[in-house]
């Protein structure tokens, strides 16, 4: 039972700290609340555009963003240093309980 217990927090554990270290921008068509959360609850760091909400904490031409979330069948001016992303890949990674390779970029 104690072994079941420690696994459990063990696994917590490490889904905190999924994203850490990762830079999402999430594009103005994405769930911004629930992307938000599920993120940042995994570690990682989130902003969006200025139209969607105030104060984003960086702006979209931020070059240390690591991944682009957009639900747009093609996205023009791509940054080369960023992957592109679908929502649905962030909630993949946190059931895969790991960062899996995305099918976008």
Known sequence: MLTKIQAA???AAELQNLF?????????????YALEFMIRSCGG???WDPSVGVNPPFAESDETINYQITDRPSVRNRVLSRKYVQPQWVADCINARKILKPSLS
């Open 9 to 11: 927090s063990n696994e």
């Open 20 to 32: 850490e270290g990762q830079k999402f921008f999430l594009s103005r068509e994405t769930p911004r």
């Open 45 to 47: 760091q989130v902003s």
